[in-house]
């Protein structure tokens, strides 16, 4: 396309492409014949094979290039061959939300049947499954792991696939290491663990049993608990890989340029972009507008789609819609669109090779999202989402050297970079005391889970023995939420101001309650003003919430005040689903009619581990954590941003050119040794106070 980019040494693969290049795309009756779209795909040959190790291992490890039909189709055979009959579930796992539903969407239509009824899904606040009619499931990791609570063996699962297993999320870790130790009580059972870049090696010996099933007379006692590896040979269609000739210094600069020279250079076809994170994504977008309009070209032929998890569902699914006529859509997107999900227009990836990552500190006790290079598997995924139904071009903005030699072939997983909190809870509700002896199939380190433990002894979760506390521990971990905000929660319920805290909660479930990409950085900040509270964003959004019901719940007051108007419809439904469940605990559902004190003594309860001092020494906003003395700031978004109370707590923390905290609200430090009196004894409040 230019001087800049160098093919890929890779071979070009044999396409099959004896009708014309083109699998499905844009046939007028949309999917005329799915059987035969169906048996296209390069896993239908492994049809029986797969069959049949399943019928005779206790798990099988199936590794099989990007679209070769892995997660649409095995739960499809599995039903075809009786592993739903008599009632009982075919489960298959993902690690991302999005990906569940748009699988769940295409194998009920690729069925026939309505979604929620045969095929169904199920995610966090969302259940879209009909008992006793869903046969195949899809889910998150994280949802079956809350299922367990119910049910520890599992027992309506006849299978369970955990699907893109590379991905090594915390949920899939401790899934896989609770699926190995159901699979003795049940051998019943069987696990499919899928995914097209997974070392099958290391999961296969994570696998080997301790113990043969086989007795010395030979008598068989169920089936092999080896685990069967198969490897699904054959993939969709040819995606050229092209190279930079010299490093970007400027990911995102270099990513406009390059999608703009597509558009420019390239045939028609849509485009899928990856980047890090919503403010990346919202720069792309302006970049490419400004661009386009100095170039003296004409931008409209571009549909210019964002793809994040904090949009609300309306927003993502115009990723999944027909391109226009004459248009080419270009999807901005942060690694959620990275596995599992087709794009069906898409012909060109752009790949920048960079994600936003968790990374956690023990010693500090920070845990932030940083901005840092993907894996070899995670690229390989990337790619992945081109040549599905046609053959692609994917643009990698990093040289083939780099990927050659430096790229990591996969991620550190993801326990072994994060805050152990929400992991340790779950475990405890589930009964596993000794969690530095679990088997995990990658352990985490014992400085996070001692800091875990401390956190989790000073909310009240864990006692001296470090069992979930009753009741307290056990009511905490009922909630799908984090156990800090589980525990804000619990306490408003004794501080009068349950209604409060319970929207607040709702709110912080979905990310942002903003637009974003409409108008000026300026006209949103001025929106935003209208709601600010002195106390901090919290109590912000408790305003927001209060216009909004009395605005009647209408989209012209959402549109006018640059609101959400989806997202605030999901902090409802989250809203009343919450409120249930605090009321099934026994939670006194009071409003504190706007006492912002008893709202910020509920938070403090929670989030307590997350107070910083203003470091008076400094006139640039600098912050100090109690915890560790790292330095941070408050984000420009924060209604707090510049007005620096002395004391603050925040509930998430981003890093780019300083670490920032999200979501501030302002505090007294008296309330932090009553809220934590364990917790912040060593600290020397006292003498940080006087
Ligand atoms: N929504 C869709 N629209 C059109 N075609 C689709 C759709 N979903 C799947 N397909 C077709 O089915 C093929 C198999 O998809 P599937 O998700 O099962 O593959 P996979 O092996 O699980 O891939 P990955 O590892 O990337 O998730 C795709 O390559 C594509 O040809």
Same mark, same amino acid.
């Given at each position: 396309m230019s001087q800049f980019w160098k093919p890929g040494t890779e071979k070009p693969r044999l396409v099959d492409d004896e009708e014309g290049g083109v699998l499905f795309f844009n046939s007028p009756s949309g999917y005329a014949n799915i059987e035969r779209q169906r048996q296209r795909l390069p896993v239908f040959r492994y049809r029986t094979a797969i069959l049949y190790l399943v019928e005779t291992h206790a798990t099988t490890i199936v590794v099989g290039e990007t679209g070769s039909g892995k997660t649409t189709q095995i739960p499809q055979y599995l039903k075809e061959a009786g592993w739903a009959d008599g009632g009982r579930v075919i489960a298959c796992t993902q690690p991302r939300r999005l990906a569940v539903q748009a699988v769940a969407a295409r194998v009920a239509e690729e069925m026939g049947v309505k979604l929620g009824e045969e095929v169904g899904y199920t995610i966090r606040f969302e259940d879209v499954t009909t008992q006793g009619v869903t046969m195949i499931k899809f889910l998150t990791d994280g949802v079956l792991l809350r299922e367990m609570m119910d049910d520890?063996?599992? @027992?309506?699962?006849?299978?369970?696939?955990?699907?893109?297993?590379?991905?090594?999320?915390?949920? @899939?870790?401790?899934?896989l290491g609770l699926l190995k130790k159901i699979q003795r009580r049940r051998p019943d059972l069987r696990l499919i663990i899928s995914s097209a870049t997974i070392q099958a090696k290391s999961m296969s010996?994570?696998? $080997?049993?301790?113990?043969?099933?086989?007795r010395p007379d030979g008598e068989d006692l169920g089936?092999?608990?080896e685990p069967a590896v198969l490897s699904v040979e054959g993939r969709g269609f040819n995606v050229q890989i092209h190279y930079v000739e010299e490093p970007v210094s400027d990911y995102l600069r270099a990513t406009v340029s390059t999608l703009l020279l597509i558009h420019d250079q390239e045939p028609m076809g849509d485009i899928l972009v990856f980047l890090t994170g919503q403010d990346d994504i919202d720069a792309a977008v302006q970049l490419i507008t400004e661009e386009a309009q100095n170039r003296g070209k004409n931008s409209s032929g571009l549909m210019l789609v964002p793809l994040y998890s904090?949009?609300?569902r309306a927003e993502q699914e115009l990723v999944f819609t027909p391109t226009p006529r004459g248009k080419r859509k270009v999807v901005i997107s942060t690694n959620i669109a990275e596995t599992s999900i087709t794009l069906e227009g898409v012909v060109y990836v752009v790949d920048s090779g960079f994600s936003k990552q968790r990374f956690y500190n023990p010693i500090t006790d920070i845990e932030n999202l940083v901005v840092a290079p993907i894996s070899k598997a995670s690229a390989r995924q990337r790619t992945g989402r081109a040549g599905r139904v046609r053959p692609g071009k994917c643009y990698r903005l990093y040289t083939e050297e780099y990927f050659a030699k430096e790229m990591s072939d996969e991620g550190i997983p993801e326990i $072994?970079?994060?805050?152990?909190?929400?992991c340790v809870i779950q475990l405890k509700a589930l009964g596993i005391d000794n969690i530095l002896g679990f088997d995990w199939p990658a352990s985490p380190s014992s400085e996070a889970m001692v800091r875990a433990l401390e956190v989790l002894y000073s909310l009240g979760v864990l006692d001296d023995d470090a069992k979930l506390t009753s009741p307290t521990g056990f009511q905490i971990a009922e909630f799908p939420l984090e156990p800090m905000i589980a525990k804000m929660i619990l306490s408003s319920g004794e501080l009068g101001c349950s209604e409060e805290i319970i929207t607040i909660a709702a709110v912080l479930s979905i990310q942002t309650i903003w637009v974003s990409g409409r108008g000026s950085q300026k006209e949103l900040d001025?929106?935003?003003?209208?709601?600010?509270?002195?106390?901090?964003d919290h109590v912000s959004f408790l305003n927001v919430y209060k216009g909004f019901l009395q605005s009647g719940k209408s989209p012209q007051w959402c549109h006018k005040n640059f609101v959400n108007y989806q997202a605030m419809k999901k902090v409802i439904e989250i809203r009343g689903q919450l409120r249930r469940t605090a009321q099934r605990l026994g939670v006194v559902l009071k409003s504190c009619e706007r006492d912002t004190v008893v709202v910020r003594k509920a938070i403090t309860s929670g989030f307590f581990a997350n107070a910083c001092r203003l470091d008076a020494s400094s006139h640039d906003g600098k912050y100090k954590t109690i915890r560790g003395s790292q330095e941070v700031y408050i984000h420009p978004s924060s209604v707090l941003f510049r007005v620096n109370p002395k004391w603050v707590l925040y509930h998430s923390l981003v890093s780019t050119d300083k670490q920032y905290m999200r979501n501030v609200i302002s505090i007294d430090p008296s309330w932090l040794t009553e809220a934590a009196p364990h917790f912040y004894q060593h600290q020397r409040l006292n003498s940080m106070v006087h």
């Amino acid at each position: 396309m230019s001087q800049f980019w160098k093919p890929g040494t890779e071979k070009p693969r044999l396409v099959d492409d004896e009708e014309g290049g083109v699998l499905f795309f844009n046939s007028p009756s949309g999917y005329a014949n799915i059987e035969r779209q169906r048996q296209r795909l390069p896993v239908f040959r492994y049809r029986t094979a797969i069959l049949y190790l399943v019928e005779t291992h206790a798990t099988t490890i199936v590794v099989g290039e990007t679209g070769s039909g892995k997660t649409t189709q095995i739960p499809q055979y599995l039903k075809e061959a009786g592993w739903a009959d008599g009632g009982r579930v075919i489960a298959c796992t993902q690690p991302r939300r999005l990906a569940v539903q748009a699988v769940a969407a295409r194998v009920a239509e690729e069925m026939g049947v309505k979604l929620g009824e045969e095929v169904g899904y199920t995610i966090r606040f969302e259940d879209v499954t009909t008992q006793g009619v869903t046969m195949i499931k899809f889910l998150t990791d994280g949802v079956l792991l809350r299922e367990m609570m119910d049910d520890p063996l599992l @027992t309506k699962y006849s299978v369970i696939m955990v699907d893109e297993a590379h991905e090594r999320s915390i949920a @899939t870790d401790i899934l896989l290491g609770l699926l190995k130790k159901i699979q003795r009580r049940r051998p019943d059972l069987r696990l499919i663990i899928s995914s097209a870049t997974i070392q099958a090696k290391s999961m296969s010996e994570f696998f $080997q049993p301790r113990k043969s099933r086989r007795r010395p007379d030979g008598e068989d006692l169920g089936p092999n608990t080896e685990p069967a590896v198969l490897s699904v040979e054959g993939r969709g269609f040819n995606v050229q890989i092209h190279y930079v000739e010299e490093p970007v210094s400027d990911y995102l600069r270099a990513t406009v340029s390059t999608l703009l020279l597509i558009h420019d250079q390239e045939p028609m076809g849509d485009i899928l972009v990856f980047l890090t994170g919503q403010d990346d994504i919202d720069a792309a977008v302006q970049l490419i507008t400004e661009e386009a309009q100095n170039r003296g070209k004409n931008s409209s032929g571009l549909m210019l789609v964002p793809l994040y998890s904090g949009l609300p569902r309306a927003e993502q699914e115009l990723v999944f819609t027909p391109t226009p006529r004459g248009k080419r859509k270009v999807v901005i997107s942060t690694n959620i669109a990275e596995t599992s999900i087709t794009l069906e227009g898409v012909v060109y990836v752009v790949d920048s090779g960079f994600s936003k990552q968790r990374f956690y500190n023990p010693i500090t006790d920070i845990e932030n999202l940083v901005v840092a290079p993907i894996s070899k598997a995670s690229a390989r995924q990337r790619t992945g989402r081109a040549g599905r139904v046609r053959p692609g071009k994917c643009y990698r903005l990093y040289t083939e050297e780099y990927f050659a030699k430096e790229m990591s072939d996969e991620g550190i997983p993801e326990i $072994q970079r994060s805050n152990l909190v929400s992991c340790v809870i779950q475990l405890k509700a589930l009964g596993i005391d000794n969690i530095l002896g679990f088997d995990w199939p990658a352990s985490p380190s014992s400085e996070a889970m001692v800091r875990a433990l401390e956190v989790l002894y000073s909310l009240g979760v864990l006692d001296d023995d470090a069992k979930l506390t009753s009741p307290t521990g056990f009511q905490i971990a009922e909630f799908p939420l984090e156990p800090m905000i589980a525990k804000m929660i619990l306490s408003s319920g004794e501080l009068g101001c349950s209604e409060e805290i319970i929207t607040i909660a709702a709110v912080l479930s979905i990310q942002t309650i903003w637009v974003s990409g409409r108008g000026s950085q300026k006209e949103l900040d001025e929106a935003k003003l209208n709601f600010a509270a002195a106390e901090g964003d919290h109590v912000s959004f408790l305003n927001v919430y209060k216009g909004f019901l009395q605005s009647g719940k209408s989209p012209q007051w959402c549109h006018k005040n640059f609101v959400n108007y989806q997202a605030m419809k999901k902090v409802i439904e989250i809203r009343g689903q919450l409120r249930r469940t605090a009321q099934r605990l026994g939670v006194v559902l009071k409003s504190c009619e706007r006492d912002t004190v008893v709202v910020r003594k509920a938070i403090t309860s929670g989030f307590f581990a997350n107070a910083c001092r203003l470091d008076a020494s400094s006139h640039d906003g600098k912050y100090k954590t109690i915890r560790g003395s790292q330095e941070v700031y408050i984000h420009p978004s924060s209604v707090l941003f510049r007005v620096n109370p002395k004391w603050v707590l925040y509930h998430s923390l981003v890093s780019t050119d300083k670490q920032y905290m999200r979501n501030v609200i302002s505090i007294d430090p008296s309330w932090l040794t009553e809220a934590a009196p364990h917790f912040y004894q060593h600290q020397r409040l006292n003498s940080m106070v006087h």
